[in-house]
């Protein structure tokens, strides 16, 4: 009787296991989709326009997948936040696009090359937002003679650096913020 419960345990725990390796696979594969599909995403100049002058976050529907996207993976909401992050990455690189520019988006991976290697949308959104970052005169003049770190406060984005306020809750985008910050800040050079 101890064998059967002892075959019937590791039975269980050898189902489970597998189970979520197949959660794991199934999200990395709704994730790669997200941004393959993502990859091509652009607005048109006028919602281009307004969203240079209004804005608005990652979670906006202008980042919606619409077109071309499966149905089930429209209701998988890994599959839409992913998308979203994409999307809103490849705004933030766009350009008004006139009749004789270039029809690929920024960015664009050409066949053959980079497939698989995607970068992290979140970490690339906060080192685009750090390009903003400026540290006052009096404390860069502090920074420059003390030298404290990248972790410091004093590089903590503030709701007026981010591009999306809602990111200043996410932990991945802080630290990548604050990294970028930093490397700013060490070659911002002091008003003589």
């Not at 296991?17 to 100049?45: C, G």
């Not at 619409?66 to 149905?71: A, D, E, Q, S, Y």
């Not at 990455?89 to 066949?111: K, W, Y």
């Not at 996410?170 to 070659?187: E, G, L, P, Q, T």
Request: glycine residues 2%.
């Amino acid at each position: 009787m101890e064998k059967i419960l002892l075959l019937l345990f590791a039975s269980i725990v050898v189902t489970k296991n597998v189970d979520a390796q197949k959660t794991h696979a199934d999200s990395t594969e709704v994730i790669n989709a997200a941004h393959r599909d993502a990859m091509h995403f652009m607005l048109s100049n006028s919602d281009l326009e307004k969203f240079h002058k209004e804005h608005f976050p990652v979670t906006s529907d202008y980042f919606k997948p619409t077109r071309g996207v499966p149905k089930v993976l429209l209701a998988d909401s890994l599959f839409v936040k992913t998308y979203k992050l994409v999307a809103f990455d490849n705004v933030l690189d766009q350009r008004t696009v006139s009749f004789m520019s270039h029809p690929l988006p920024p960015g664009h991976i050409s066949p053959g090359f980079g497939h698989g290697n995607y970068p992290d949308p979140v970490k690339d959104i906060a080192q685009k937002d750090a390009q903003r970052f400026n540290l006052s005169t009096t404390l860069l003049a502090k920074f420059k003679s003390e030298h404290f770190s990248a972790t410091s406060d004093y590089f903590k984005p503030a709701a007026t650096d981010a591009s999306d306020p809602a990111m200043l809750k996410d932990s991945v985008y802080v630290h990548a913020f604050r990294a970028a910050a930093y490397n700013r800040a060490k070659d911002q050079r002091a008003p003589k």
